[in-house]
């Protein structure tokens, strides 16, 4: 729910801090206070359209912030982690900044943000009735869903959009299939003649690199033996240093007993290094014997890798790759000769995952219609009251079973809000035929009826009870204050019997002074909210009839 609005400089608003509780909130004032000004700025920081004109006199810029409380685990949360917003686990503050040249920025918990991502979170906050032009019930797009959620279809929908997704994966599966099919039959002389080459050169796992390297020893074969050769005759150059080592041991071996331990140490050292010689030497030997200098084996070694280079080059691969590119292609034949076995498979498959959605979606589509009924009496039950009697209100649903083409992820129906105000006139879009004050009520009864399914917390009325009064106007504020049951509802109001009913109430006034006129919103005490209701009964001389009045009206009484 809003639990904060936060404006600077917005018209005649300077500055403005306002706390909101949970219930229905009023706000009240004559004509020209204000109100209006603050639906605006709210407005701008749930992403409304920004105009410059809405920067106070001799202000740089507007700065509106809204803060929310929400749970934990709203959907809201997710979608702005998907647009690396960082706001879960603590309060979600939306603002807005507008300048004088009307170039405004959004920011969402701090983090800039574009307009249209602020637009789209602001929509998910509050529902706005009045003024406004982009009000979400009117909107045909939003039909279907508030029918599923009062018919409680959450879990059939679901099934709906899993087995509609099911199914174009399997057509999308069925027409690769198809497309490769027919790609492997036109290539089909070349898929042969390259699976063969493939199958007769049989590459194997690694071979380029041992290639290259007995290549390298190879190309290098004599120089190795001469630096091997040259290794050997300086190790065995004069008596040699294996036979030195030697004699340096039998020379020092005597005395070892007497020197008592001293050359311990040397001796070990010249016993380990003629052991290390003697191993170099074998190993020179060992190696010199490995070191092929035939041409022959060159040539061959060279003839292999240069093959198998040449059919990663032609084929456009590594030649890593080349036991994959035969698997690929061999798959690709296997395809072509088993006659189109698996396309068909494919192909009943995809039948089946139809059949699948087709099911689930008539029996979405059969529900809807229960709930439909349902929606419609509902929502007439509440229009009588509101002296919307004559108005008959109706959810129209299309089915377009017979155009796949219009089949999606929620079945294949289209799903609209309508209503007829005249007997005997053909119903419409609520926005087409409903007038100002009559739109406002039949969004309130809508409201009333959804307000178990619809997720929007906070909704605001503008002048909900315009143009009414009496049992009428009682009748308006008794269905807000349900809703102010179930989520938070703000309203501006002129109806003493509304605002009679808020929870909380403000007052919106204008002052001026040195030549300046500023805005201001006082909450109201019991007392000043009695006197208040009374000002709305009697107009600026208040009587005591109308103190009476206001009396009866807070005491739950109608005036």
């Excluded at 920067?55 to 809204?66: F, I, L, P």
């Excluded at 439909?372 to 009588?384: N, S």
Aim: glycine letters at 10%; one cysteine or more; proline letters at 3%.
């Amino acid at each position: 729910m809003l639990s904060r609005l936060s404006i600077r400089d917005v018209v005649l608003i300077e500055r403005l801090d306002l706390d909101f509780p949970e219930g229905l909130c009023v706000l009240t004032g004559e004509t020209g206070a204000g109100k209006s000004i603050l639906l605006d700025s709210l407005g701008l920081a749930l992403g409304a359209r920004a105009e410059a004109r809405l920067v106070r006199h001799g202000a740089d810029q507007a700065v509106v912030g809204a803060e929310f409380e929400l749970p934990a685990d709203h959907a809201l949360y997710a979608l702005l982690d998907e647009h690396g917003v960082q706001a879960a686990g603590e309060p979600l503050m939306l603002r807005r900044t507008l300048g004088r040249d009307g170039r405004s920025r959004a920011f969402i918990n701090d983090q800039s943000v574009s307009i249209g991502l602020l637009r789209q979170v602001g929509d998910q906050l509050v529902e706005i009735h009045g003024q406004f032009d982009n009000q979400r019930l009117l909107n045909p797009a939003t039909h279907l869903g508030l029918l599923d959620a009062h018919g409680g279809h959450g879990a059939m929908a679901a099934d709906c959009a899993r087995a509609y997704h099911a199914w174009r994966s399997a057509v999308a599966e069925r027409q690769r299939a198809e497309d490769d099919l027919d790609a492997a039959r036109r290539d089909e002389e070349f898929l042969r003649h390259a699976v063969e080459e493939l199958k007769t050169l049989n590459p194997a796992n690694g071979e380029e690199d041992r290639l290259a390297q007995e290549r390298q020893m190879l190309m290098h074969g004599e120089k190795l033996v001469e630096a091997m050769n040259d290794a050997s005759k300086a190790l065995n150059s004069g008596a040699g240093v294996e036979r030195m080592l030697r004699d340096a041991l039998r020379a020092l071996q005597p005395v070892a007993e007497k020197a008592d331990g001293l050359l311990d140490p040397a001796l070990e050292a010249l016993d380990q290094a003629g052991e290390q010689v003697a191993r170099a030497l074998s190993a020179l030997d060992g190696a010199a014997a490995r070191v092929d200098l035939d041409p022959r084996h060159l040539e061959q070694v060279e003839e292999r890798l240069f093959a198998l280079r040449a059919l990663a080059r032609k084929h456009n691969v590594d030649v890593a790759s080349l036991n994959d590119l035969f698997r690929q292609l061999s798959a690709k034949l296997e395809g072509i000769d088993d006659g189109g076995r698996r396309l068909e498979q494919l192909r009943r498959a995809e039948i089946e995952a139809r059949a699948a959605y087709a099911d689930v979606a008539d029996t979405l589509s059969a529900a809807r219609d229960a709930a439909a009924r349902d929606l419609d009496q509902a929502v007439a039950g509440e229009l009588g009251p509101l002296k919307l009697g004559a108005a008959q209100f109706s959810t129209t649903i299309v089915s377009q079973r017979g155009d796949e083409n219009a089949w999606g992820e929620s079945g294949w129906d289209r799903v609209a809000f309508e209503v007829v105000t005249n007997p005997g006139a053909a119903p419409g879009p609520l926005n087409k035929i409903a007038s100002g004050g009559e739109l406002s009520r039949f969004m309130l009864a809508l409201k009333v009826v959804l307000a178990q399914s619809d997720p929007v917390p906070t909704l605001v009325f503008d002048e909900v009870d315009s143009g009414i009064g009496g049992a009428v106007a009682d009748a308006v504020g008794q269905r807000l204050a349900r809703l102010g049951d179930d989520m938070q509802v703000l309203v501006v109001t002129h109806s003493p019997q509304v605002a009679a009913r808020g929870a909380t109430h403000w007052h919106v006034s204008k002052t001026g002074a040195d030549g300046v006129v500023r805005t201001s919103v006082t909450p109201l005490t019991p007392d000043q909210r009695a006197d208040e209701i009374a000002r709305m009964l009697s107009g600026e001389t208040v009587t005591g009839e109308a103190r009476a009045a206001a009396a009866s009206l807070l005491g739950g009484g109608s005036a």
